[in-house]
């Protein structure tokens, strides 16, 4: 589950020509995989267009359109932009000849159930010539299904920007060797539709992942039925005000359902009721952001948050330094996300900004953040040594080596206020139960989308609200732990 950027693609096509291969023999393995993938989509009686390009993308198209043909499948090749360029695509089109296969004339007149783009490829640049702007706003307007192959015409492999919108509207998108980085930026990750990789039998591997089921599975931590409540932890959050304590109900609720053997919240007496009605389990540290900007840490604590519920002020900065001097894993959210220059701790600091919050940490605007959201908080977590857990629709997790990963889960049903508190505490709980604090970031922020998809397995991602998380944390880590 490795993504890519255009350069390592074309890194990984000449190694494999310096190990033997030849394009000729990758393109038909491209070709070969790609109808493999394709046939549960389309039927034998679709009126069916690949639409191919002159370059290395259209010769993936040639190969295609072979396999689908042979197959028996109702199939129009053409070339709205003209004939093959690349030596690879010519030799392609050739052999193509030599079957007794033949190439249709483009005539956007006529009428098709399946569009398939392989236009351009991973070499587009923009704007878009006005002769492919045409054919792309052809397809836009069929009644069809459509298909891109490796990335959608109009879209860059590794930037979210699509001028005008001018790009292939994919139901699917197949992308060769694996997904590009643009499938989870935006607005480009919008025209991809259902994405999946397609391998063509190279080596994998990239500094830049997903965060697999698997992985999860594999590095959560197992309870001993020895266990007591010590074993997992004591976590601390400091969170709430008078007239904001459903933030810090919140946090409390993922932070005690997400396996903290104990858990301490740092609050004011109001707020102190309020959590006690809902999380009995949580005990307290009162006057708690008082305390901590005066150095007073429960001890046993291995793992604390900040943020949920408070706005940003100098007391709440300096509880952020106490806590990140205590060399304690904190998790830093909400109003404690602050601009600082000197993020420096002697413990792991995660913060976990959404796009408005890392707006202000950066001064970029919220646009180019959503259109280069992975290198832009790489390179935040490796400039101030922390960990970013960027959220939103393919929430990124960017550690302070570079290494970065991006969730496969959740959907809108988490675009609601507080479902960033829940996430806080599940962060903070999991740090306490795990030992490696990359997989409790990793874990939590998987589970916690996994919530929104198993509630959408029954309702409406549109009715779902935070506090729906005391009861889906419990069916979410059951499918989590059951599998072991």
Sequence with gaps: MYIYRADEIHQIDQQALEQGFSLFSLMEIAGRELFHKMKPLIKKDDRIIILSGRGNNGGDGIVLSR?????????????????????????????????????????????????????????TTLPLRENVKQVVSWSNEQDALRIAVDIPTGVQADHGHVPDGEAFLADYSFSLHGVKRSTFLLPSGTYFGKTESVSVGLKQGSDLSIISKESVRATFPNREVTSHKGTFGTSLIVAGTDHMPGSAVLAAIGAIRSGTGKLVMATTDRVASVIASTVPEATFLLNGLERICQGHIPEKIVAAGIGPGIEASESVKK????????????????????????????????????????????????????????????????????????????????????????????????????????????????????????????????????????WSEKYSETSMVASDFHRLLPLALQRIERNK
């Design 67 to 123: 396999y689908l043909r042979m197959a028996g499948y109702n199939v129009s090749l053409v070339f709205p932009l003209g004939r093959p360029k690349t030596e690879t695509a010519k030799q392609h089109l050739d052999y193509y000849f030599m079957q007794d296969e033949k190439v249709d004339e483009w005539n956007p007149n006529q009428v098709y159930d399946v569009i398939i783009d392989c236009l351009l490829g991973i070499g």
């Design 319 to 454: 509880a952020t330094e106490v806590l990140m001097e205590s060399g304690i894993p904190l998790v830093v959210d909400a109003g404690a996300i602050q601009k600082r220059n000197n993020w420096k701790a002697k413990g792991p600091v995660i913060l976990t900004p959404h796009p408005g919050e890392f707006s202000r940490l950066t001064g970029l605007s919220i646009e180019e953040i959503q259109a280069n959201r992975i290198e832009l908080a790489r390179h935040y977590a490796m400039h101030h040594h922390v960990t970013v857990v960027l959220k939103g629709k393919y929430t990124v997790i960017a550690f302070p080596d570079g290494e970065t990963y991006i969730n496969p889960t959740g959907n809108s049903g988490l675009a609601k206020g507080g479902s960033g508190d829940v996430l806080t505490g599940m962060i903070v709980s999991m740090l306490a139960t795990h030992d490696n604090y990359r997989d409790a970031v990793k874990n939590a922020v998987y589970v916690h989308g996994l919530c929104a998809n198993i």
